[in-house]
């Protein structure tokens, strides 16, 4: 199932109804139950992979809390990420790495018949995956306890709101949230649902429209323009955006109305000023766990230079392979970690060079030209992430080293009348007063105007922009529930 | 090519140049109701006021054959003096 679904508008107030109404002793069964069956919506079988994988970190966490010997803790965590990581790798990576190794193979003149396994890619696997090794490995560090009631530890691993696609929550935060008792209050669903309209505005008011405009772009390459290619990649980074933290906003608002709080997964990225800013506040459930169990167990910055670049590479080459099976995720990841060392070795002559330059780092002209260029190296990588495959990278690559052609012919191919590019521009200045009052509590407390009717203008506008979208085809998915 | 052509649709057609003045009309109306509801802090009585302009709105919208488009567009436009009312107010304020 869908946010952005007829469905989920049925779903969601039942779950709540029954969520407030039932005892506390029922409310763990009532959230497990609806949130299989959120999930089996979409593919019943596939449930049977979830409940494997809680199966496998639940059993292994207690045995292992239970153990004194350092030896079998370790056994115990070693099975388990083998078991994770080789389901993840089976059904996400196996027809990739099967096709990758045989194309090599027939390159230096072997002659292998291609091996395509008819598989499913099951929804969310690689954040539900993510979630349950960060509790095997906090259980084997002995930073929290096992959890013994499998019903608690499946709702942690299944939750809906976050099943799909983030945030990928730690046990320390959601399990405790889960276990109380929430009774329906004002401030919590006032909060959520105003939350719910802002991230439903995101993805059905923005994201989904400027999708149109990319996909004449990025799905005929060899006909697109050098125009063409600027304008669909500055807009592609506004609808991953606006598609993502959409998500994530519809989740933690659907959350918090049960008095639940989930963590924070973007803070307005594109107002970083560098690469390493920009994961800071990009995607931050996942950039905090390859932090706490790739990079610093890899030996971080506490290591030589050489060391510490390697281990920036391998982080964000690991993170650009999470994203997808396919070339163009890994070539993209592996462009942020040139980003990160090249950001690193070049960061004291920089610095050197500006107190030669007598530049003020902290004035707001430097500060918008350091954000220009950020935004402008990750429109670049974006290019790769949105590319269909590694031969389009190349077309559209040169493609924007020839000339660009015409900027008025382009706008016809893209159909980008006054009206497309007045709703877009309005929507994207919209969306930076929205993201600037939720970061900005201040802004967004003390006000005198009615903060809820605000947020029924928002859904309203939801609604109409849902209509002319089911005039047109109706909604899409959201695109990281491919990862 | 008029400025408005390139504004056409397929839903409004010709009746554009009168969607176009409502809708100019309509924003106007926003702004004093938003500027009164902030000074005046009488929540009820502005978010029912408010309610009757966006019906109306839609009404006469539709009267005139315009699209779900033109709405779409008048309904951002009216957010967005909204917002900026909430914005300016909160930065006085904090």
Redesign the interface.
């Given at each position: 199932m869908i946010f952005n679904s007829a469905e989920f508008l049925l779903f969601y107030p039942i779950v709540l109804l029954f969520y407030f109404i039932l005892p506390k002793k029922t409310k763990w069964m009532w959230l497990l139950a609806a949130s299989y069956f959120f999930y089996m919506i979409w593919n019943p079988p596939l449930i049977f992979l979830i409940l494997f994988t809680t199966a496998v970190s639940y059993i292994s966490a207690i045995l292992m809390e239970k153990s004194e010997s350092k030896a079998v803790r370790r056994f115990w965590l070693t099975a388990t990420l083998v078991t994770s990581l080789g389901v993840l790798f089976f059904f996400k990576y196996f027809n990739f790495l099967a096709d990758s190794a045989i194309s090599l193979w027939n390159l230096f003149g072997g002659q292998a018949d291609d091996l395509v396994l008819n598989l499913i890619l099951p929804v969310g696997i690689s954040f539900y995956t993510f979630q349950t090794l960060s509790y095997v490995i906090d259980v084997y560090k002995g930073s929290i306890k096992a959890e013994h009631h499998f019903g608690w530890y499946a709702l942690f691993v299944s939750f809906f709101p976050q099943l799909v696609a983030g945030p990928i929550e730690r046990p320390e935060n959601l399990l405790p949230q889960l276990k109380e008792d929430h009774k329906l209050e004002a401030a919590n669903a006032w909060a959520g649902l105003q939350k719910m309209a802002v991230g439903f505005f995101k993805k059905i008011v923005v994201a989904d429209l400027i999708a149109e405009y990319v996909n004449v772009v990025y799905n005929n390459a060899s006909e697109a323009t050098g125009w063409g290619i600027v304008i669909a990649s500055v807009l592609f980074s506004v609808q991953i955006y606006c598609d993502f933290s959409g998500y994530t906003d519809i989740a933690i608002g659907c959350a918090r109305v049960m008095g639940i709080r989930l963590m924070q997964n973007f803070d307005r990225p594109y107002r970083a000023r560098s690469i390493k800013e920009f994961w800071a506040r990009w995607h931050i459930s996942l950039s905090s766990w390859f932090r706490d169990y790739l990079y610093i167990p890899l030996g971080g910055n506490r290591c030589s230079k050489a060391r510490h670049y390697f281990n920036l590479f391998v982080v964000f080459f690991v993170s650009g392979l999470w994203h997808g099976a396919n070339w163009t995720f890994v070539l993209w990841g592996s462009l942020h970690g040139i980003y990160q060392i090249v950001g690193a070795i070049t960061k004291k002559p920089r610095e050197k060079l500006y107190a030669k330059l007598h530049i003020k780092t902290d004035s707001l002209l430097f500060t918008l030209w350091q954000r220009f260029w950020t935004f402008v190296l990750v429109c670049i990588s974006w290019i790769l992430f949105r590319a269909n495959s590694i031969s389009d990278v190349g077309v559209l690559i040169s493609k924007l080293v020839s000339p660009w052609g015409s900027l008025a012919d382009t706008l016809v191919t893209l159909d980008l009348n006054l009206v497309a590019i007045l709703v877009t521009v309005l929507s994207i200045v919209i969306l930076s007063i929205l993201d600037r009052i939720g970061a900005n509590e201040s802004i967004a407390e003390t006000g005198t105007l009615s903060r809820q009717y605000t947020a029924g203008l928002t859904a309203l506008i939801v609604a109409v922009a849902w209509c002319l979208l089911l005039s047109v085809g109706g909604a899409s998915a959201f695109i990281y529930f491919q990862f | 090519m008029k400025f408005w052509d390139?504004?056409l649709?397929a839903e409004s057609g010709e009746n554009f140049p009168k969607v176009l003045l409502l809708m100019l009309i309509g924003l106007a109306l926003a702004v004093l109701l938003?500027f009164l509801?902030?000074r005046l802090?009488a929540?009820w009585v502005f978010?029912a006021l408010?309610a009757v302009l966006?019906t109306a709105a839609a009404f006469l919208f539709m009267t005139l054959g315009a699209g779900?488009?033109?709405?779409?567009?008048f309904?951002?436009?009216?957010?967005?003096i909204?917002?900026?009312?909430?914005?300016l107010?909160?930065?006085g304020?904090?």
């Open positions: - | 390139f504004f649709t938003t509801e902030h802090r929540k978010l408010h966006l779900l488009s033109e709405m779409l567009v309904l951002l436009l009216y957010l967005l909204r917002l900026g009312f909430v914005f107010e909160g930065r304020k904090a």
